[in-house]
């Protein structure tokens, strides 16, 4: 048996190749929407993609099994579990649906589906055994469903789908789950379907696999007995559900169109256009934060190229019913394409080149920490931090009001116009998405928080901790 496991950092996402390498045939778990990778990699190993399966709908990115279809001679494996609302509609006649204990085989690797609803009502464990070399499983796909260090959270359907009272019910399947795989072998290998710095969990390990018996020793999933004390546990301090995750959900049940058919974005020269177009679409400059702080465009949005969470930052704001347009640098276009389409962003009908900011000259205004402190001390100014309520639990400025960014439009009414506001995030550039969003919505007395609270620290002014 082969196995081969990828991974996205920006989305913190796994996928995975399964090969049997006595009879070519590879099977590839949740595959993300560039598949050259899987390409790639069975063609190294003499391999071809005979197989393709998904752990559940996913809502953080867009799944790649029409791409792997359209590309190879793949047969789906699917859920049919959790009910009607949540069946894949792109499902044909050549697409086998999986039940609980409904096995397959791909060479001489047998596959088990295992139904462990949770996360969502339809999510599968596949559950894998080399029966060249054994006679008894090796190792367990989990996808979101267990991860290293913690489990995937159940309260999406509910914050991002709108299904009502599904957080709760959720969470009790979730301690089920956890109570199942107690009785399972120690020795199994855990494969997850993301790590660190995914919203589909808080605290997710950054080691990528693992072990069960590990799991059941220090994952603080496994030290529960009581299944109310693991609901009120699951249920707190999960991670900030980026807006996009409700759009992904849909998407991926019907079936995300083949990148093929997508058109390529226009170079647009025009200036003119470009003034017109800031005033109705989004316009999102991928420059660097020192770039766009010293000069950009009113009214666009700057994420850079060289964040380590790009999509995710542009899924907070992106309106998928609208076109949106870039200022981006050639050489960079085709990876921030790749990037965006990997969120389903596919809408994209021109972009802009830096050269066009050379005649504008907006600025984002900064504080550094001596000055802020000043400045909120004397009533003159509100601190907001847009960090992740674990970062903020964990360590924040003393009387910063906690406003996660992608709640922003939420909220709005906490942010004051009779005195500055002050923005700030761990290092300086979240902050300085959400001040460029905001100048954007017509806030002229926001400003950025220079190097964020780790400048704060490094200065020698107070924080404090919730734990």
Not at 210 to 229: I, V
Request: net charge negative; with cysteine.
């Amino acid at each position: 048996m082969l196995l081969k496991y990828f991974y996205d950092p920006l989305l913190a996402q796994a996928s995975y190749l399964v090969g049997c390498v006595e009879t070519g045939e590879a099977l590839i778990i949740d595959p993300a929407r560039e598949i050259l990778p899987y390409l790639q990699a069975a063609r190294e190993n003499n391999l071809r993609i005979t197989h393709a399966a998904e752990t559940h709908i996913h809502a953080d990115f867009v799944s790649g099994l029409r791409e792997l279809l359209a590309a190879t001679d793949a047969k789906l494996y699917l859920s049919a579990m959790g009910g009607d609302d949540w069946q894949y509609e792109f499902a044909d006649s050549s697409t086998v649906l999986l039940k609980d204990g409904d096995v397959w085989t791909v060479g001489n690797i047998r596959v088990e589906a295992i139904h462990t609803p949770g996360h969502t009502p339809e999510h599968l464990i596949y559950q894998i055994t080399d029966t060249k070399n054994a006679d008894q499983p090796m190792g367990l796909f989990t996808g979101d469903c267990l991860f290293v260090g913690n489990v995937g959270r159940p309260d999406l359907l509910e914050e991002v789908a709108g299904v009502a009272h599904s957080a709760e019910l959720g969470a009790v399947a979730q301690f089920r789950n956890v109570q199942r795989l107690k009785t399972m072998p120690d020795y199994l290998q855990v494969w997850p379907g993301h790590g660190a710095g995914s919203a589909c969990g808080k605290g997710l390990g950054a080691v990528p696999t693992s072990t069960l018996g590990y799991e059941k020793l220090f994952n603080p999933a496994f030290q529960f007995t009581d299944e109310a004390a693991f609901v009120q546990w699951l249920l707190t301090d999960q991670p900030e559900a980026p807006r996009y995750f409700a759009h992904m959900k849909i998407l991926n049940k019907k079936g995300a169109p083949l990148v093929s058919e997508i058109p390529e974005p226009v170079h647009i020269h025009n200036r003119a256009a470009l003034d017109k177009i800031v005033q109705m679409f989004l316009v999102f400059d991928t420059g660097t934060t020192e770039q766009f702080a010293a000069r950009h465009i009113p009214g666009t949005v700057n994420v850079p190229a060289n964040s380590d969470r790009f999509n995710t930052h542009v899924g907070l704001y992106v309106d998928y019913d609208l076109p949106t347009y870039l200022i981006c640098e050639n050489n960079d276009l085709p990876k921030v394409m790749m990037w965006l389409r990997a969120i389903g962003i596919d809408d994209i009908p021109g972009y802009f080149t830096p050269e066009v900011v050379a005649d504008y000259d907006g600025m984002i205004r900064t504080t550094n920490p001596a000055q802020a402190a000043t400045l909120v001390h004397t009533g003159k100014a509100q601190l907001f931090d847009v960090r992740s309520p674990e970062e903020y639990t964990e360590s924040h400025i003393p009387n910063a009001q906690h406003l996660p960014m992608g709640s922003i439009f939420k909220q709005l009414d906490k942010l004051p116009r009779d005195k500055q506001i002050i923005i700030h995030c761990g290092s300086g550039l979240r902050s300085q998405v959400v001040t460029s969003m905001l100048q954007r919505i017509g806030f002229t007395n926001v400003r950025n928080l220079s190097g964020g609270i780790d400048a704060w620290q490094k200065a020698g002014l107070a924080t404090e901790s919730n734990t």
